[in-house]
DNA sequence: GGAACAGTTCAATCAATAATGAATAAATCT
DNA sequence: AGATTTATTCATTATTGATTGAACTGTTCC
């Protein structure tokens, strides 16, 4: 069966815990489209986003109930979460279940997600250059000249990106985010 | 019935065209590979990549009968390409298939691609924000008050994404790109 | 110990996305 | 005009990716 996209902001949650409020949804669409754009998961977006606008720490039955999720999507997303340094475990006293809140620090966040996106791609790419230069070698004539021009391109490109990289951490955390 | 990942690069075009050889395959794999970092179609990827690496600009049906396309998928992803500007026309004489080249400028596509992808978020990520503000400033004591607080963090994080792009860009195109 | 709770894993299911190809249009040739 | 070539559109099909939930593990409480 389906879930529901969100739960309707109206009725009593059928879960047992609170409907969300209107500032609690639109705050989800926001990073829900966000995770579009970025090509995450909706679920995790709609875990981030309810920590995010939540004054205190939340349980994981908790966001599950509110948000209508599967306790499956909801372990896997807060799992990633946690990976991604987005959210982070408090102890709540008197409460045996874990409690998390979301990291909000625009620097750190994109700065984690970079890497983890552009890290992979940097991976094997390196790897890969280097078997294109090695093929275009055995070709002749003009072939082998394109061949090779394109592929030195192609490490000039992945050069200027590496280096943005740190350039944009470093303008993400310095403007004067006040 | 799936079409091939990739014709092996031995054997006879069954397509009647030139298979692809080792440098051609490991350049379009470098760039599928990058487009599922990006979260773009592999055959959109694919075509791209081939006419990244040839020396001359192909026809519609060359890079089909190679990449062994659908048509139709040939020709969407040709044409997101040149939306993109990722791609352009070339008048080949005597020919009446129109042709196509890679435009290998990292500046413009980097640029035009995430004016894409980041407008299409910023589109209405503003409106959203005020929404947010409006229905937060409808709550009562301390949870108002937050509210209100993560609302002008996200607005803030706003103004310094949209504060970086322009930069990324001049980056890319300034880089001792040689 | 064992019942209730909190959480994880993973194979099965469902939804979203990409690719296909038949129908069609438009242009060029004879 | 009619035949041929080139290319586009879009409903259908295939593939990928996300979500579910039942089975399981480990804790805590009585």
């Known amino acids: 069966m389906k879930r529901n996209a969100l739960p309707p902001v109206t009725g009593s949650g059928r879960s047992g815990f609170a409907p969300l409020n209107p500032v609690e949804v639109e ?6 489209q966000l995770s579009r754009a970025l090509g995450q998961p909706p679920s995790v ?6 920590l ?7 349980p994981q039955d908790e966001f599950t109930g509110r948000l209508n999720l599967s306790k499956g999507s909801a372990s896997q997303g807060l799992r990633y979460l946690q990976d991604l340094g987005a959210v982070r475990p408090v102890a709540v006293a ?11 620090e625009l620097r750190n966040l994109a700065g984690r997600f970079l890497r ?3 890290f992979s791609y940097f991976q094997d790419s390196g790897e890969r250059l280097d078997k294109i230069i090695t093929e275009a070698r055995k070709l002749a004539g003009p072939e082998r000249d394109h061949a090779l021009a394109r592929a ?16 944009v951490m470093a303008l993400l955390g310095g403007g004067r985010g006040k």
């Not at 995010?52 to 939340?58: E, I, Y």
């Open 27 to 32: 705050t989800i669409r926001l990073f829900v």
């Open 45 to 50: 977006a709609e875990i981030y986003g309810l």
């Open 52 to 58: 995010f606008v939540s004054p205190r720490p939340l």
């Open 94 to 104: 008197a409460d045996r279940r874990g409690h998390y809140e979301a990291v909000a």
């Open 116 to 118: 983890q996106q552009v």
């Open 152 to 167: 030195k391109m192609l490490k000039s490109w992945e050069k200027n990106s590496k280096r943005i990289l740190p350039l």
